[in-house]
């Protein structure tokens, strides 16, 4: 099994077989820490091989720069995943989609959206939180001395 695409974005959909992606990211900016994403998306693309055939578990987790879940008691995420592919098949294409809704960051740092398979990590896709600083306000401009 070959992840082809594994993305953080704004939304995602998969329509007749196309996987569509709005608003790629990797970076999120926030004021202060805690701070809650409202909503975002993991996009999938998966090419599967005969070789794959099969009853899996396929995993998704959000984790720290320590390996620790950003929701210990929901992550891993945890699904079925039956693979069959048409007779004479070489490889068949799947999309898939995981929404998120509401995601709380304790802190600044590095994170990582794991992908795994039957236990074993297929992708991992980072994702860096960075406390925003204050815009500067622009110097006042200096006194100018009158015309004689």
Do not use: W
Not at 24 to 33: I, M, S
Not at 71 to 92: H, N, Y
Not at 123 to 132: D, E
């Amino acid at each position: 099994m070959d992840i082809q695409v594994a993305v953080l974005c704004d939304y995602a959909a998969d329509y007749q077989g196309k996987l569509c992606i709005q608003g790629a990211f990797d970076t999120l900016f926030a004021h202060q820490f805690p701070v809650i994403h409202p909503a975002c998306s993991l996009a999938l693309r998966l090419c599967l091989t005969p070789e794959d055939a099969g009853n899996h578990k396929l995993g998704i987790s959000i984790v720290d720069e320590d390996g620790t879940p950003l929701d210990k008691e929901r992550m891993p995420i945890v699904g079925d995943l039956t693979v069959a592919l048409p007779q004479g098949a070489s490889f068949l294409t799947r999309n898939l989609i995981m929404n998120f809704q509401g995601l709380r960051f304790e802190k600044s740092g590095n994170y990582c959206i794991d992908v795994t398979l039957d236990g074993e990590v297929l992708a991992s896709t980072p994702l860096r939180l960075v406390l925003a600083q204050p815009a500067k306000q622009p110097a006042a401009p200096a006194p100018q001395e009158p015309e004689a």
